[in-house]
Protein backbone atom coordinates (compact mmCIF):
# COMPACT_ATOMS: atom_id res chain seq x y z
CA UNK A 1 0.00 0.00 0.00
CA UNK A 2 1.34 3.32 -1.01
CA UNK A 3 0.69 6.31 1.60
CA UNK A 4 -0.27 8.92 -0.25
CA UNK A 5 -0.62 11.72 2.47
CA UNK A 6 -2.71 15.55 1.13
CA UNK A 7 -2.06 18.52 3.30
CA UNK A 8 -3.20 22.13 2.82
CA UNK A 9 -7.27 22.04 2.97
CA UNK A 10 -9.34 24.57 5.15
CA UNK A 11 -11.77 26.79 5.65
CA UNK A 12 -11.74 29.77 3.23
CA UNK A 13 -13.66 32.32 1.79
CA UNK A 14 -15.23 32.45 -1.62
CA UNK A 15 -12.43 34.01 -3.74
CA UNK A 16 -9.94 32.69 -1.53
CA UNK A 17 -7.08 30.37 -2.35
CA UNK A 18 -5.56 27.58 -1.22
CA UNK A 19 -2.60 25.03 -2.41
CA UNK A 20 -3.00 21.27 -1.69
CA UNK A 21 0.10 18.99 -1.33
CA UNK A 22 0.21 15.56 -2.16
CA UNK A 23 3.39 13.00 -0.99
CA UNK A 24 4.31 9.77 -0.65
CA UNK A 25 7.15 9.03 2.27
CA UNK A 26 9.07 6.11 1.38
CA UNK A 27 7.46 5.88 -2.06
CA UNK A 28 8.87 8.00 -5.54
CA UNK A 29 5.51 9.42 -7.13
CA UNK A 30 7.69 10.22 -10.69
CA UNK A 31 6.67 7.74 -12.99
CA UNK A 32 3.35 7.99 -12.28
CA UNK A 33 0.19 10.27 -13.15
CA UNK A 34 -1.27 11.77 -10.16
CA UNK A 35 -4.97 12.32 -10.18
CA UNK A 36 -6.76 14.61 -7.53
CA UNK A 37 -10.27 13.81 -7.05
CA UNK A 38 -13.00 15.46 -4.48
CA UNK A 39 -16.15 14.27 -3.32
CA UNK A 40 -18.58 16.57 -1.88
CA UNK A 41 -21.63 15.54 0.69
CA UNK A 42 -23.97 13.50 -1.08
CA UNK A 43 -22.14 13.45 -4.56
CA UNK A 44 -20.38 11.09 -6.56
CA UNK A 45 -16.26 11.74 -6.53
CA UNK A 46 -15.60 14.01 -9.35
CA UNK A 47 -12.09 14.13 -11.27
CA UNK A 48 -10.60 17.45 -10.72
CA UNK A 49 -7.27 17.10 -12.43
CA UNK A 50 -4.84 14.95 -13.00
CA UNK A 51 -0.79 15.13 -14.24
CA UNK A 52 1.22 12.88 -16.09
CA UNK A 53 4.94 11.94 -15.47
CA UNK A 54 5.83 10.58 -19.16
CA UNK A 55 4.52 13.23 -21.58
CA UNK A 56 3.85 16.28 -18.69
CA UNK A 57 -0.01 16.23 -20.45
CA UNK A 58 -2.75 17.42 -17.93
CA UNK A 59 -6.58 17.41 -17.59
CA UNK A 60 -8.63 19.61 -15.93
CA UNK A 61 -12.58 19.54 -15.20
CA UNK A 62 -14.30 21.76 -17.09
CA UNK A 63 -15.31 23.00 -13.30
CA UNK A 64 -12.19 24.23 -12.20
CA UNK A 65 -10.20 25.28 -15.81
CA UNK A 66 -9.24 28.71 -15.41
CA UNK A 67 -8.89 28.69 -11.77
CA UNK A 68 -6.89 25.65 -10.64
CA UNK A 69 -3.43 24.55 -11.52
CA UNK A 70 -1.53 21.20 -10.73
CA UNK A 71 2.01 20.63 -11.00
CA UNK A 72 4.64 18.44 -10.08
CA UNK A 73 8.21 18.50 -8.19
CA UNK A 74 9.44 15.22 -8.03
CA UNK A 75 12.83 16.36 -6.40
CA UNK A 76 10.45 17.26 -3.41
CA UNK A 77 8.45 13.82 -4.31
CA UNK A 78 5.44 15.93 -4.36
CA UNK A 79 2.15 16.99 -6.19
CA UNK A 80 0.29 20.42 -5.96
CA UNK A 81 -2.90 21.41 -6.70
CA UNK A 82 -3.37 25.48 -6.64
CA UNK A 83 -6.87 26.53 -6.18
CA UNK A 84 -7.81 29.93 -6.76
CA UNK A 85 -10.95 32.26 -6.71
CA UNK A 86 -12.53 29.60 -4.70
CA UNK A 87 -16.69 28.37 -4.44
CA UNK A 88 -18.69 27.26 -2.31
CA UNK A 89 -19.41 24.44 -5.33
CA UNK A 90 -15.64 23.56 -4.47
CA UNK A 91 -16.00 22.60 -1.16
CA UNK A 92 -15.71 18.65 -0.69
CA UNK A 93 -13.15 16.24 0.78
CA UNK A 94 -9.89 16.51 -2.05
CA UNK A 95 -8.23 13.17 -2.54
CA UNK A 96 -5.18 12.36 -4.72
CA UNK A 97 -4.16 9.26 -6.08
CA UNK A 98 -2.06 7.28 -8.28
CA UNK A 99 -2.56 5.76 -11.91
CA UNK A 100 -1.13 2.64 -12.78
CA UNK A 101 0.22 4.32 -16.16
CA UNK A 102 2.85 7.14 -16.29
CA UNK A 103 0.38 8.91 -18.21
CA UNK A 104 -3.18 10.61 -17.52
CA UNK A 105 -6.35 9.02 -19.56
CA UNK A 106 -8.37 11.55 -19.05
CA UNK A 107 -9.51 14.14 -16.12
CA UNK A 108 -10.52 10.87 -14.08
CA UNK A 109 -9.62 7.07 -14.40
CA UNK A 110 -10.84 4.26 -13.13
CA UNK A 111 -7.38 3.00 -12.44
CA UNK A 112 -6.40 4.67 -9.80
CA UNK A 113 -4.46 2.28 -8.05
CA UNK A 114 -3.38 3.96 -4.36
CA UNK A 115 -5.36 7.02 -2.22
CA UNK A 116 -4.55 9.32 0.38
CA UNK A 117 -6.79 9.59 3.55
CA UNK A 118 -8.48 13.10 2.04
CA UNK A 119 -8.10 16.88 3.10
CA UNK A 120 -11.40 18.72 3.77
CA UNK A 121 -11.80 21.88 1.73
CA UNK A 122 -14.36 24.03 2.60
CA UNK A 123 -15.61 27.43 0.96
CA UNK A 124 -17.68 29.53 2.87
CA UNK A 125 -18.25 33.05 3.92
Known amino acids: QVPLVESGGGLVQPGGSLRLSCSAP????????IGWVRQAPGKEREGVSCISSFDGSIYYADSVKGRFTVSRDNAKNTVYLQMNSLKPEDTAIYYC??????????????????WGQGTQVTVSS
Open 97 to 114: ATDTLSNCRGVMSPMYEH
Open 26 to 33: GFTLDYYA
